[in-house]
Nanobody
Framework: QVQLVESGGGLVQPGGSLRLSCAVS????????MRWYRQAPGKQRELVAS???????HYADPVKGRFTISRDNVKDTVFLQMNSLKVEDTAVYYC?????????WGQGTQVTVSS
């Protein structure tokens, strides 16, 4: 069974940085696409960033220039480097992996930006 485990969340002050990691296990295939979503209390889950197997990336407008998504295909791990964090970035961040028409979700990691 495929499992996704996120790590790296925590409490940080505005302007600070965090690096999230998502490790994929239970498959012999590399994922076609990996994504980071986030969900704040009372809000819809939103796509933050994505990266394909060939390295193409996409970023939501609110995080462009501040966040960077990357992946290690050998280790089946995706990262999200978050810089210049704002209070509005506070949310639970979820890793999402795609292989053909199948997808899996991690359990989420809390990111809290507060002074």
């Amino acid at each position: 069974q495929v499992q996704l485990v996120e790590s790296g969340g925590g409490l940080v002050q505005p302007g600070g940085s965090l690096r999230l990691s998502c490790a994929v296990s239970g498959t012999i295939f590399s994922m076609n696409e990996m994504r980071w979503y986030r969900q704040a209390p009372g809000k819809q889950r939103e796509l933050v960033a994505s990266i394909t197997s060939d390295g193409s990336t996409h970023y939501a407008d609110p995080v462009k220039g501040r966040f960077t998504i990357s992946r290690d295909n050998v280790k089946d791990t995706v990262f999200l480097q978050m810089n210049s964090l704002k209070v509005e970035d506070t949310a639970v961040y979820y890793c999402n992996a795609w292989l053909a028409s199948l997808s899996w979700w991690g359990q989420g990691t809390q990111v809290t930006v507060s002074s």
